[in-house]
Every structure is written in structure tokens, then in C-alpha cells.
């Protein structure tokens, strides 16, 4: 019995010197296995208790379990202090240097043609309008005949078109859309609508694109007159371009109006002066516009001595320009990140 007990205090001094003297967590399981595992040299002390006497087991478990808890404890010990050490060490050594500068993120901007119909879009909203769509590849019907266009009209010279076929084109004019909207109305009833959209023409020059952006207004209801449309149009510019400025109605032609009129706006840049932009006259146009022909409310449906209304028409590229300064037309569509990150500042 006595050598038992001394065999198993040697054991276990044995196991506490080499917890003492592990240098991670790994060695100190290994020293757990060693010992404590179940093929360990403390188990098979235990194991081996059936050849001793009665009196002895007791004596001898008890030893074997106090000499396990005592190892087992400093194993713990040890492991709760590589744990501290390695935190602490990963703490050191992770540290995250604030004053570092950061990677600067991209982030993406608005592209200015959309922004300049989001507020055109929200404004007339805010006055009652719908904002309706219609097709960009358009029938000859739509874009010329129903807006008192017939074939061999000489006013159908003033737009360079592009045909697809002898009945298809690409839409020179979302005034295409008024028609579309005056016929799908069934009821025949009052009509605000406006309608941005793409549009086409074979031009391509610093002020012109084949591919540009119309934004067409109509008006249909009893007793509109003259006084609304020039309201309207005052509201609408004075908003985009400036409150102060002044407005000028120029008598002009549009085969879909009459009266028709195309409206300058006295010059944003020189205030009226005269300067480069408004070509020394201190008015830039900016509208096309006019009081919806008789013909063309009866082609579409609306009866002209009841209804009457108005109509304006006006590029959307050219109300950025001038809002932000832009020089050529093209830039608008060649989505250069250089000229198109200039926008997001505008968003901060
Ligand atoms: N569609 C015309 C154009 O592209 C602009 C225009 C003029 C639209 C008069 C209208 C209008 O609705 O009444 O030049």
C-alpha cells in the first residue's frame, strides 16, 4: 500500500512539473492525456483496483482522485493563462491604427438628365399633372399625322427623322405622346399630363445629338385659354432656370398649335446684358408651346367647341446645360465617370 500511495505521488509530481514547464495549450493537453486520458498513468492506477484488498481501495482512490483534481486544476490554470497571454498578444498586435486614412469609397451620382426630370416630374406633379410614357420607336401616325401633320406637309421638314420603315420611325418628338394620350382617354375627359422621354433626329453636333430628351406638356378642359398657358410656363421656367427671370412669348409656328408661341427667357448668365450664351440678344429660347389646334383635338377624339388646351414642348438636355453649365450636348450621353462624378457633389 505504501508504495502505491508514493507511486502515486510521484505521478503526480511528475504531472505538475510538466504542467509548470508547458509552453501552450497543446502541451498541456498532452500532459492531460498523459495522466488523465483513459490510457493514462493515473487511470490504470485505477483500473488495476481490483487486485487489491478492501481495505486498501478506498485509501488508494481516494489518493489517485485527489492527485486528478489537483492536476487537473493547474492544467486549468495553465490553459486560463496561455488564454490571457494569447489575448493579449493578439490585442498588441491587431491593433487597429484610427489615424490611418481610409480607402476612399466610390460612390456613384445621379446622371444630370435624370435629375433635371426628376424636378421638372415633381413639379408638375405637385400641381395635378400625371406623368405618362409612351414608345420610343413610334408609328408615323402618332408622331405626325394625328398632330395635323399629313404626309407632304412641309413642316415635317423641320425634323430630320429616322425612319425604320415607311410607318415606323424613332419618335422625333414626345409630342407623339400627346395623341396617344387624347386617344387611349376613352371617357374623353380633362387631360394635365406631361411626358419626358428620349427622342431622335439626325443631327450630332456640340448643341445637337441624335439622341436627345423632350419633355411634353398637354392640357385639355374646358376654358383653358392663353393666361394658363402662360402661367403654367412662367411657373415651370422660373423654377428650373431662376425666379427673377423674364419671360417672352415669340408668335412662331407648330403645325399641332394656334396660336403657337416660342418663349424666351431673358438670359441667366448676363442677366440680359447681352454675353456669349444668348448670342449678344440677352434672350435664349427655351420653349416650344402653343394652344392645341382645333384639328388636332378632333383627329384624337375631343370635341373643339367644347374642349380647348394647351400644349409646350422643350429639350431637356439644353434645360441641364444651362442649369449646370454644360457646353456640349454630347457629354450628356457619352457616360464619362470624369464628367459624371462632378455630379455627386451635389448630393452631399
Ligand atoms: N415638338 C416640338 C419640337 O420638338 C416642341 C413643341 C412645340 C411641343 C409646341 C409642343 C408644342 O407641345 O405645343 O420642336
Redesign the pocket.
Known amino acids: 500500500m505504501e508504495e502505491k500511495i508514493n507511486e502515486i505521488s510521484k505521478l503526480k509530481e511528475m504531472a505538475l512539473n510538466e504542467v509548470r514547464t508547458a509552453t501552450n495549450e497543446k502541451e498541456l493537453d498532452e500532459v492531460r492525456v498523459k495522466y488523465l486520458g483513459k490510457k493514462g498513468e493515473l487511470t490504470s492506477i485505477l483500473r488495476s483496483m481490483g487486485s487489491l484488498s478492501p481495505e486498501e481501495r478506498p485509501v488508494i482512490g481516494s489518493k489517485v482522485n485527489e492527485a486528478r483534481d489537483e492536476i487537473e486544476q493547474n492544467i486549468k490554470l495553465g490553459e486560463e493563462t496561455f488564454e490571457k497571454q494569447e489575448l493579449e498578444r493578439k490585442l498588441k498586435e491587431e491593433k487597429i491604427d484610427i489615424t490611418l486614412p481610409s480607402t476612399k469609397v466610390r460612390r456613384g451620382s445621379k446622371h444630370p438628365l435624370n435629375r433635371i426630370i426628376e424636378e421638372v416630374e415633381d413639379l408638375f406633379v405637385s400641381m395635378g399633372y400625371d406623368v405618362v410614357t409612351g414608345p420610343e420607336l413610334e408609328t408615323d401616325e402618332y408622331c405626325f399625322e394625328r398632330l395635323n401633320l399629313p404626309k407632304g406637309h412641309p413642316a415635317r421638314d423641320?425634323?430630320d427623322s429616322f425612319y425604320i420603315t415607311s410607318e415606323y420611325l424613332l419618335r422625333?418628338?414626345?409630342?407623339a405622346v400627346?395623341a396617344r394620350t387624347m386617344m387611349a382617354n376613352e371617357e374623353k375627359s380633362p387631360i394635365r399630363v406631361i411626358c419626358p422621354g428620349k427622342?431622335y433626329r439626325r443631327d450630332d453636333d456640340a448643341t445637337h445629338s441624335h439622341q436627345f430628351s423632350?419633355v411634353?406638356?398637354?392640357v385639355i378642359d374646358k376654358n383653358i385659354s392663353l393666361a394658363d398657358l402662360k402661367g403654367t410656363l412662367e411657373v415651370f421656367v422660373r423654377k428650373m432656370l431662376g425666379e427673377n427671370l423674364e419671360l417672352r412669348f415669340r408668335p412662331?409656328y407648330?403645325p399641332?398649335?394656334e396660336p403657337?408661341?416660342?418663349v424666351d427667357v431673358s438670359c441667366f448668365k448676363c442677366g440680359g446684358k447681352g454675353c456669349n450664351l444668348c448670342k449678344q440678344t440677352g434672350w435664349i429660347e427655351v420653349?416650344?408651346?402653343?394652344m392645341?389646334h382645333p384639328n388636332v383635338l378632333k383627329m384624337n377624339g375631343y370635341d373643339p367647341d367644347k374642349y380647348t388646351g394647351?400644349?409646350?414642348?422643350?429639350?431637356l438636355d439644353r434645360l441641364a446645360m444651362f442649369k449646370y453649365g454644360i457646353t456640349d450636348i454630347r457629354l450628356l450621353y457619352q457616360n464619362d465617370v470624369r464628367f459624371l462624378s462632378q455630379f455627386d457633389r451635389l448630393d452631399r
Open positions: 423641320m425634323q422625333t418628338q414626345t409630342s400627346q427622342t423632350q411634353e406638356g398637354l412662331s407648330f399641332f398649335t403657337s408661341y416660342e420653349l416650344g408651346s402653343g392645341v394647351f400644349a409646350f414642348g422643350t429639350g
